[in-house]
Structures are given as structure tokens and as C-alpha cells.
């Protein structure tokens, strides 16, 4: 499989006022809330979700995101808004109300969601060091709890009174991971496969800022001392049988980043194959997949270079 340059390529996420119900007696100043409803509609493919063919993705009813805006009605950081439908388009719902009218409204988002958030600053999150792989060239394992997007920050005026159609607000998601293929060659039965490097790969926790103006580089992160592993596993619920001629695919999301040295490690039937890897010239980077062709037949000690 070729590289997707755009695996971290986003989806759209439209608000629009539903209705002017509001959950709670609102401040003196502001209108009556009208609840907030999101369509999201994916642009690429690479996004969260069940990928159903190659990298190709939808959302999956029951997705929840996490949504920020100081400027609505109280009581609704970190807001949950759930998908609706299994599509590449999905209704999402939720309780976040508009503000005061015809004011800046913030907002703020990020995937899956986390109830333990309580700041745009510092939401949680984790990537596990050791990632469970169904069987050969699965890709279900790495949707769900294991991916992690952040929307770009919006600024959108609120309705300029209770009831008032607003403009749909877009929002843009991008991974805040590095998804790797690698392609394993062989003899024997494979049952785990071990990327090592000289900085983390995965970590126990962390946090990140979801405010920040991203550009076109890596989210800035918070790994507490001690919480980064410079080490990522995938483990097969099956082991598979190795071909010569046909490779097996492994799929492990990493902490994009730099190093100066990576090591393959396959555990094939009852020994240990280690491959030397040249790192990607700029390191790993966010919202990128890599493939690696590692060849545990032949090239045990070839230093051969990744491709995006």
C-alpha cells in the first residue's frame, strides 16, 4: 500500500442552531440558549473511525467528541456530542447552548471524548505501549480508544437572537499520532512485532494543549517524567504465517518526533529477528502513515530507510 500524506486529514463538523429550548435559566445578559447541533461530514479519508477499506474510514454511531467554548452558556466545558449514524456523514448531538448574542463563540474539540477534562489546556491523553493487532493487515485496532484528534480552534458569531439561523461553523480535525505499516517478510509464524527508538514512542500519560495554533508541525505535548516509552508493540490475537513473497502488514500508532536510530523486533515462531532502520529524515510526523518493509528472512542486519 502506498503512503497517505493526508492519513491525518479531517473532517467537518457544522453547527446550526436547533432549538431555543435552553437547559438551565440563562444569565440576565444573554439570550435564551438555543442547544447547539453538529453534522460532521468527513473530507479525506484517515479519520477516526471503522476503516472499512485500506484507510478509507466513517464515523461510528456512539463516537463522542469533547467540546470547549468559554463563551457559552455555563456548565457546558468539555461538552460530550455524540454521532448519530455509522457514514462518512453523521448527525452529532449534545447540550452545549449559545451565549450572549451576537458575540465571538470559541470553540474547541477533540476525539474520543474524556470526562475527566476539565480544561482546553490540558486535555488527557495516552497511547499504549503495547497495541492489539486482530490478524494479518488488520486495521481495526488502531480506530477508537488508540487514535487522538484535535480540532483547529473556531471563532464564529453567536445568532443575533434567540431562534436566528446561524452560518454552519466548520471545524478541522487533525491526529495528533503517527500511524506505521510495517511490512513483515519471512518464514514461521509471527505473533508480535516491537519498534524501538531513541525518544517516546508511546506514553502512560500526557496531556495537550487544544488551543494551540498548530501550523503545519507537531502538536507540542506534556509527558510527565518517566510516563514516555521509547517503545511500541503490536501483539497479534493470532499469530500469522509468514511468506517469502507476500508481506503481512502490522499497523501501530506512534508519538510523531525524531530519533536517531530505530529497531525492528519480530517474534517469529520461537526466536527473535532484529532489523536496524534508518529513521525518516525529519522524524515522524503527525497525521502521517509509514511504511517499512522489514525483511526477516534475509536482511537481519540490512539498514534499510523508511517511506512515507
Known amino acids: 500500500m502506498n503512503s497517505l500524506k493526508n492519513t491525518g486529514a479531517a473532517f467537518l463538523l457544522l453547527f446550526a442552531i436547533t432549538s431555543c429550548i435552553p437547559h438551565e435559566a440563562p444569565d440576565p445578559d444573554m439570550t435564551p440558549g438555543n442547544l447547539i447541533s453538529i453534522n460532521g461530514s468527513m473530507q479525506e479519508p484517515g479519520t477516526r473511525t471503522t476503516l472499512s477499506e485500506g484507510i478509507h474510514t466513517h464515523w461510528v454511531a ?4 469533547g467540546l470547549f467554548s468559554d463563551e457559552v452558556n455555563s456548565g457546558y ?45 490540558a486535555v488527557p491523553f495516552y497511547l499504549s505501549s503495547v497495541q492489539f493487532q486482530s490478524g494479518a493487515n488488520s486495521t481495526s485496532h488502531i480506530t477508537g480508544g488508540v487514535d487522538f484528534l484535535i480540532a483547529e480552534p473556531v471563532t464564529v458569531l453567536s445568532p443575533p437572537e434567540a ?5 454552519a461553523v466548520g471545524l478541522t480535525f487533525h491526529h495528533l499520532f503517527s500511524l506505521i505499516e510495517i511490512q513483515v517478510i519471512g518464514n514461521g509464524s509471527l505473533s508480535r512485532v516491537e519498534l524501538l527508538g531513541t525518544a517516546p514512542l508511546t506514553c502512560g500519560s500526557g496531556t495537550v494543549d487544544i488551543t494551540q495554533d498548530l501550523g503545519d508541525g507537531n502538536y507540542s505535548v506534556n509527558i510527565p517524567d518517566g510516563h514516555g516509552n521509547a517503545y511500541a508493540a503490536v501483539q497479534l490475537l493470532s499469530s500469522v504465517s509468514l511468506s517469502s513473497e507476500d508481506p503481512v502488514s502490522i499497523y501501530m500508532m506512534v508519538l510523531p518526533g525524531t530519533h536517531e536510530t530505530t529497531t525492528i523486533r519480530c517474534k517469529i515462531s520461537d526466536s527473535e529477528y532484529i532489523l536496524n532502520k534508518t529513521p525518516p529524515t525529519g522524524g515522524f510526523i503527525r497525521g ?20 512515507e
Open 77 to 121: 466545558n468539555n461538552s460530550p456530542y455524540t454521532a448519530q449514524n455509522s457514514a462518512s456523514t453523521s448527525e452529532f448531538t449534545g447540550e452545549m447552548e449559545w451565549g450572549a448574542a451576537s458575540t465571538s463563540h470559541t470553540f474547541y474539540a477533540y476525539y474520543p471524548y474524556d470526562g475527566d477534562s476539565s480544561t482546553a489546556t
Open 288 to 307: 502521517k502513515k509509514y511504511v517499512v518493509t522489514a525483511d526477516m528472512a534475509v536482511n537481519l542486519t540490512f539498514n534499510g530507510t523508511w517511506h
Open 163 to 167: 431562534g436566528a439561523i446561524s452560518p
Open 62 to 65: 456512539g463516537d463522542y467528541i
